[in-house]
């Protein structure tokens, strides 16, 4: 739509993104380079880039071999989505995940996804981490059952560690699509990213420790866009990690390395309380869940943030 909200482009496509349908208000020179899947289209060779391959959507095949081939050894390499787009979907030629997920949860799946890819340096760090990883991670909405029903009641998703490398990364509460907003997908990913990360290090993270990181990181996402050029729609913080956000240490500290500066260590250390503060605030609302197991004493909590500390020096 243009700046009035008036249909100015319209594109429908077959399933596996051949283009079937398009409708062009022609009042302007402005054509959507964006378009299936919100993937680059290359006008040139009517193909889709999609990070780590090229795609045609006429023959529906990849153009080269899936990276990951060894692990669908029952499957062609140049298929798209399995031969099945109604079921599965492929985020980036690289991985296949199961979807289960509603038009409009995709689409604001696709669109969170790539505001915060083009916005934030460490969510775009983050999520090549999960891309290019070996362990694949499916994205879903879980319906709510008497086992999560206090979860999804304080929390809009969670990422639960499978077996054979296969994870989860749940996205919803209760079907309303709350878990799909760019907030969420943030933290939830950066949960799997951390899972990796503790993996790769022998790190045995706490529940508090690893919660707290997960709104460091969104605190200084948040940041970025505030003192960026691109906005994130819908980017919100709770009222006590804006709180943490506002704190003149932790400001200091996100200055700092936003510029690409190391930090002297009277602010690392300031910065490190005000991360305790953090988790005592994280603490006292985790502690209201059933089944809350800290792992360790918020009052001696000493601020650590391994995985968003890598995260921030690449």
Partial sequence: TDAGGYVYQYLFYSPFGESLYSQHAQTGEYNTP???NAKEFDVETGNYYYGARYYNPRVSVWLSVDPLAHKYPSMSSYV????????FIDPDGKKIILSGLTEVQKKLFYKNVTALNQTSRVFNHMYNDLRVSEESFTVKSPQASPKNLVLLSKTAGYFREGENGKHTIALDKYNNNSGYTPATISEEFFHAGQYLYNKENGINQTSLSAETEARVFRAYIAYEILNGEETVEGYTLEKYVNN???NEAVDDYFSVVHAGQK??????KAFRSAVGGLAREVNT???QLEGWR??????TFNGATPY???LLNR
Wanted: no cysteine; proline share 9%; hydrophobic share 25%.
């Fill in 34 to 36: 964006h378009r299936f």
């Fill in 80 to 87: 798209f989505t399995g031969n099945n787009p109604v079921l």
């Fill in 244 to 246: 943490f956000l506002q």
């Fill in 263 to 268: 930090p002297t260590d009277k602010q690392t």
């Fill in 285 to 287: 609302r985790y502690s």
């Fill in 294 to 299: 800290p792992g360790e004493q918020a009052d």
């Fill in 308 to 310: 968003f500390d890598e």
